[in-house]
């Protein structure tokens, strides 16, 4: 891949970036229109169309870095708005971008803590061998120990360019509207941008994430995930340096060939890992890209990236909690219950009005059925789960009075599991990882005694 001495930070240079890709995205799309009016496989000249156009894209946000790849990992994860071509490609951004110019990478880490990185450890790689959102990834060893390990470096200047690169990146996401079949649901992705700018202004403090992951560490979720420990020595605001973990990604777990039973093994943690975040430690992942996770050689996951997480509320984990075991039963009343509770829906409304709702709720009343029913659930089988639970949003939301806090990035974490269930093509328990109602409403009166 190209080196580049640091991203481009001036609003000019990036809008520059990403109009010559939607420029040529234009040309790209116009030329595959007249080789088409010429003859030949039509579904083949449109997979290489969205394989061009998606590395055009990638190639950009590659450049931009910050907020456009940690849209490229939002778009990566959306399987029902983006074309397979271009979300394979796309999901390259969850671990991969072009490398800093080396010279730049090393004054980055001398600014940070103070001495050359070959003076802070024994050997210090300066290509590196990941990329994250706003920064990139080395390997070093440490003195005396000979303890491997990750050190994450802060793109220079990133901070400067997050406001603008929100506009800049929908003019991207245009790009890949006219190739896909759920245009409409591209407005859905609007609410993810505004949640992304916040969201990288947190993770720009590299101590923010350091904290984190030190609280996972002391407070395990699960015997076989792993959390890696943090140097603190080794980091500050824009450098964070953790034992280096061994894995493989998922996508590339996967390419390996697992064994059909070791997949769903480790499905099953990963269904696991998301139940209990949610409901016994109550904090979780709210960005749900496969770059967060390493599969480990000895069964395990891994856990590699703490900049983007959530405290669940003791009354959003009961209010989930309960709908979900309402939905279970097919107690639709008991589901509207929760929505008055918490004044999403009208305390008053009408048989008319009641009946509607009842006839919105049944889409989720059907993909719950579906997930949390007493059987074990195939999502090789099941691959309209996501598209169920889609529809079921879309018919719920115009009744609710106002939003949730917090409800979005649960929803958002769990839609994330279901993905990542559907990628493995993994066969997993999940009804017996919702706890029963009295854990939920217990845990709803001490919401209401803390309040």
């Known amino acids: 891949m190209a080196k580049y001495d640091q991203p481009p930070t001036k609003k000019l240079q990036r809008?520059?970036?990403?109009?010559?890709?939607?420029?040529?995205?234009?040309f790209t799309r116009l030329r595959y229109a007249v080789r088409g009016l010429a003859g030949g496989d039509q579904?083949?000249?449109?997979?290489?169309?969205?394989?061009?156009?998606?590395?055009?894209?990638?190639?950009?946000?590659?450049?931009?870095?910050?907020?456009?790849l940690k849209i490229s990992q939002f778009l990566a994860t959306e399987q029902d708005l983006v074309p397979e071509a271009a979300r394979r490609e796309l999901a390259r951004a969850a671990y991969q971008a072009p490398p800093l110019n080396r010279a730049v990478a090393r004054r980055a880490v001398q600014a940070e803590l103070g001495k050359a990185p070959e003076r802070l450890f024994a050997k210090f790689e300066t290509t590196p061998f990941a990329a994250a959102s706003l920064g990139q990834v080395h390997r070093a060893i440490e003195h005396g120990t000979g303890r491997e390990l990750a050190v994450k470096?802060?793109?220079?200047?990133?901070?400067?360019?997050?406001?603008?690169?929100?506009?800049?990146?929908?003019?991207?996401?245009?790009?890949?509207?006219?190739l896909s079949s759920h245009r409409p649901e591209f407005e859905a992705i609007e609410p993810a941008l505004a949640e992304v700018e916040q969201r990288l202004y947190e993770e720009l403090d590299y101590r923010h994430e350091a904290e984190v992951g030190q609280w996972f560490r002391a407070n395990p979720i699960h015997e076989q995930v792993v959390v890696p420990e943090v140097v603190p020595e080794f980091s500050s605001r824009r450098v964070l340096t953790t034992e280096l973990l061994h894995g493989q990604h998922l996508d590339e777990w996967l390419a390996s060939g697992p064994s059909k039973a070791e997949v769903d093994r480790r499905g099953q943690i990963f269904a696991e890992l998301f139940f209990s975040s949610m409901f016994h430690v109550r904090r979780i992942h709210t960005d749900p890209n496969p770059g967060n996770y390493l599969l480990l050689p000895d069964?395990?996951?891994?856990?590699?990236?703490?900049?983007?997480?959530?405290?669940?509320?003791?009354?959003?984990?009961?209010?989930?909690?309960?709908?979900?075991?309402?939905?279970?039963?097919?107690d639709l009343d008991g589901v509207i219950a929760q929505y008055q509770r918490f004044g999403l829906l009208e305390t008053d409304m009408d048989a008319a009005t009641r009946a509607d709702i009842h006839g919105r709720l049944e889409c989720s009343r059907e993909w719950v059925a579906l997930t949390l029913g007493p059987q074990r659930v195939d999502f090789g089988a099941c691959q309209e789960i996501l598209s169920k639970m889609r529809?079921?949003?879309?018919?719920?939301?115009p009744a609710?009075?106002?939003s949730m806090p917090g409800v979005m990035f649960v929803t958002r974490a769990f839609v994330g599991l279901f993905r990542t269930l559907r990628a493995m093509k993994a066969e997993v328990e999940l009804n017996r990882l919702v706890p029963d109602v009295e854990f939920f409403r217990a845990m709803q009166d001490q919401a209401e005694?803390?309040?």
């Open 15 to 26: 809008a520059q970036i990403v109009g010559g890709v939607a420029l040529e995205s234009g």
């Open 391 to 397: 529809e079921a949003a879309m018919a719920l939301s």
């Open 299 to 330: 069964g395990r996951i891994g856990l590699i990236d703490f900049g983007c997480t959530d405290e669940v509320s003791l009354a959003v984990a009961s209010f989930f909690g309960l709908c979900m075991r309402a939905y279970m039963v097919g």
């Open 449 to 451: 005694v803390s309040r």
């Open 43 to 68: 579904q083949a000249l449109e997979q290489q169309r969205d394989e061009e156009i998606a590395r055009r894209m990638f190639a950009a946000m590659g450049q931009l870095r910050g907020t456009a």
């Open 400 to 402: 609710f009075k106002r």
């Open 153 to 178: 470096v802060q793109y220079p200047g990133i901070d400067e360019s997050i406001a603008s690169d929100v506009d800049l990146v929908r003019v991207l996401i245009r790009g890949l509207r006219p």
